[in-house]
């Protein structure tokens, strides 16, 4: 069941006001891309407060003007989203950088000068999706 503003789960109401409004957005998107309730909710959660954490003052005003999240809105789905679902996320070294990425995935979620951060954000993410996370060397071989 999408959410909105005056409609939305109980573990979103301490959120303050933008990063809530981010979160229901983020929920909703998932919904339309099948994932279930239990799933999107701490997934919405967390990116809308790593969003909120990350963002400038600039685009957290822009979102702030954008129209409030509606149960109806539309969004556009991604047919690959329930195979990224359940797949594990891998920490590898790719352009320099840490690289989060989900197996199957074509692009990584989140990059990092550091592993150690990397591993932290994989961690986070696996456990939202209920997933394990596969650590990488920079060489690519699979870490015990």
Do not use: C
């Amino acid at each position: 069941m999408p959410w909105d503003m005056k409609d939305y789960p109980a573990s979103m109401k301490n959120l303050d006001h933008i990063t809530r409004k981010k979160a229901i957005d983020i929920a909703n998107a998932l919904l339309a891309d099948d994932y279930p309730e239990d799933r999107a909710i701490p997934i919405a959660i967390s990116q809308a407060e790593k969003w909120a954490e990350d963002a400038d003052q600039q685009e957290k005003n822009k979102f702030k003007k954008e129209k409030n999240p509606q149960k109806s809105d539309s969004h556009d789905t991604d047919q690959n989203s329930g195979r990224l679902l359940d797949a594990d996320v891998a920490v590898k070294f790719e352009d320099d950088k840490w690289q989060v990425i989900s197996e199957g995935a074509k692009r990584a979620s989140d990059s990092f000068e550091h592993k150690d951060e990397a591993v932290q954000r994989a961690k986070e993410v696996a456990e939202n999706k209920g997933t394990d996370v596969k650590i990488y060397k920079k060489d690519g071989t699979l870490q015990k």
